[in-house]
């Protein structure tokens, strides 16, 4: 298998999925499939991605190649997440922001275009 997509996993219509990526990674304390992960349309996650659970994430975002998304986050439309950067648990990312290569973004911040 290419990638692994974990129970109560949404993805929107067109939604590219590249290799070793894992969408609906349980965080510590949950099982497989107990937290609704929401992926809308036209979505572009390219390789070495993880997404953990808890995540609605909106329509049109992208990732680069080895991004990490911890749990519980609020991504809005039209969000670029670069190269090698990790978003950390209970992020607000509101519509259109790009967040460039190699960024960490702590748990609890909230990010405006």
Same mark, same amino acid.
């Given at each position: 298998?290419?990638?692994?997509?974990?129970?109560?996993?949404?993805?929107?219509?067109?939604?590219?999925?590249?290799?070793?990526?894992?969408?609906?990674?349980?965080?510590?304390?949950?099982?497989?499939?107990?937290?609704?992960?929401?992926? *809308?349309? &036209?979505? +572009?996650?390219?390789? =070495?991605?993880? %997404?953990?659970? @808890?995540? $609605? #994430?909106?329509?049109?975002?992208?990732?680069?190649?080895?991004?990490?998304?911890?749990?519980?986050?609020?991504?809005?439309?039209?969000?670029?997440? *670069?190269? &090698?950067? +990790?978003?950390?648990? =209970?992020?607000? %990312?509101?519509? @259109?922001? $790009? #967040?460039?290569?190699?960024?960490?973004?702590?748990?609890?911040?909230?990010?405006?275009?």
């Amino acid at each position: 298998m290419e990638y692994i997509i974990h129970p109560h996993v949404e993805l929107g219509e067109g939604a590219e999925i590249g290799s070793f990526v894992i969408i609906g990674e349980p965080p510590r304390g949950s099982g497989p499939g107990d937290l609704t992960t929401l992926i *809308g349309p &036209g979505a +572009v996650i390219r390789s =070495h991605t993880v %997404i953990y659970a @808890g995540n $609605r #994430i909106g329509k049109h975002f992208q990732t680069g190649h080895f991004v990490m998304i911890r749990e519980e986050n609020d991504i809005g439309d039209d969000v670029s997440v *670069g190269t &090698g950067t +990790v978003v950390e648990h =209970h992020v607000r %990312i509101c519509d @259109g922001v $790009r #967040i460039h290569s190699n960024a960490f973004i702590p748990e609890f911040c909230v990010l405006r275009g």
